[in-house]
């Protein structure tokens, strides 16, 4: 990155350049919608707030009743509050209790990306996801007919009527005939043994 003498940025951002300022918010959706094709995504959350904290993803705040005045946001800002997106749009608070300042009129702000880091933004989002795919992602076992909640339900049963519990295989059994489906009986210990201790 090429820096001038007095540490800017040599691409330093225009504050009146309109074109290139896309709201938080927006950007929030469309990073949703290309890593799981929905807004509202955690992992869009994740990035965006490590791009803002981390100055990749330049900012500024645009004050509401007076739209002329606007200023730069800095990653020390971002690193001191809790960002989080809650209702299609951006919300943070400081991260530590600051003393309360001397009351003056509070100024609304809303607040602005830069476009082009974004889209750079956007772009590693999408190889990341493409090697991703590529590399298949590992899943766990497909879960069959929730019999985990059965097994545990009938364990419960037993323990209210104090009775011995059951051994794994006849807990199989009572799931093979109470939701079609027997899992492993060492699934079914290890089952017991997280329940029970």
């Known amino acids: 990155m090429a820096r001038k003498r007095n540490g800017k940025r040599a691409d330093e951002p225009r504050l009146d350049d309109d074109s290139n300022w896309v709201t938080l918010t927006m950007m929030h959706q469309a990073l949703s919608e290309q890593l799981i094709g929905a807004r509202g995504s955690v992992l869009a959350t994740m990035k965006l707030i ?6 990749e993803l330049r900012s500024m705040r645009k ?11 800095r990653a020390a800002f971002w690193r001191g509050h809790e960002i989080y997106f809650e209702d299609g749009s951006v919300k943070f608070h400081p991260r530590y209790k600051r003393r309360p300042r001397p009351h003056k009129t509070r100024v609304l702000w809303r607040y602005f990306g830069w476009k082009p880091d974004f889209e750079k933004l956007l772009a590693a989002a999408k190889t990341e996801e493409e090697s991703q795919r590529q590399m298949g992602r590992k899943r766990g076992r497909k879960v069959i007919k929730n019999w985990r909640v059965h097994c545990a339900a009938e364990l419960a049963r037993y323990v209210d009527a104090g009775k011995q519990l059951p051994s794994a295989a006849e807990l199989a059994e009572y799931l093979g005939n109470e939701i079609g489906y027997q899992p492993e009986e060492s699934e079914i210990n290890d ?3 997280y329940l029970i201790g």
């Open 191 to 193: 089952l017991i043994r």
């Open 63 to 73: 004050s509401i009743t007076d739209p002329k005045r606007r200023q730069l946001v």
């Open 50 to 55: 490590e791009g803002l904290q981390s100055d």
